[in-house]
């Protein structure tokens, strides 16, 4: 399956944005036993959790740090995974990546290795 991050942009301290994960290519739907996740990245340092959904809607998982201001879900028909962003700071400031991979058990759900199938990243800059 072939990954699509979109919906990075430049905004102020505060703002929202919402980015999008869309699966394509030949194989190209999310199915029951997929994870999709999304972690984040600044220059220098490694990449970092920030959230991930089940698409059979079994769980959802967050970060310590973007709990209760970011959303991830999932519409089936549009075959993407979403992640709503509020109150947006400085420190979310990092290039996001989508990624996804099969029948990940919990545990393994916020370690980026665990991942195989990966989107091209977005950039998100947050102004103060």
């Known amino acids: 399956v072939q990954l699509q991050a979109s919906g990075g942009g430049l905004v102020q301290a505060g703002d929202s944005l919402r980015l999008s994960c869309a699966a394509s290519?030949?194989?190209?739907?999310?199915?029951?036993?997929?994870?999709v996740g999304w972690f984040r990245q600044v220059p220098g340092k490694e990449r970092e959790f920030v959230s991930a959904i089940r698409w059979s809607g079994a769980g959802t998982w967050y970060a310590d740090s973007v709990k209760g201001r970011f959303t991830i879900s999932r519409d089936s028909a549009k075959n993407t995974v979403y992640l709503q962003m509020n109150a947006l700071e400085p420190e979310d400031t990092a290039v996001y990546y989508c990624?996804?991979?099969?029948?990940?058990?919990?545990?393994?759900?916020?370690?980026?290795?665990?991942?195989?199938?990966w989107g091209q990243g977005t950039l998100v800059t947050v102004s103060s």
């Open positions: 290519g030949p194989s190209g739907r999310f199915s029951m036993r997929f994870t």
């Open positions: 990624a996804a991979d099969l029948n990940l058990i919990n545990s393994a759900v916020r370690s980026h290795d665990q991942y195989d199938y």
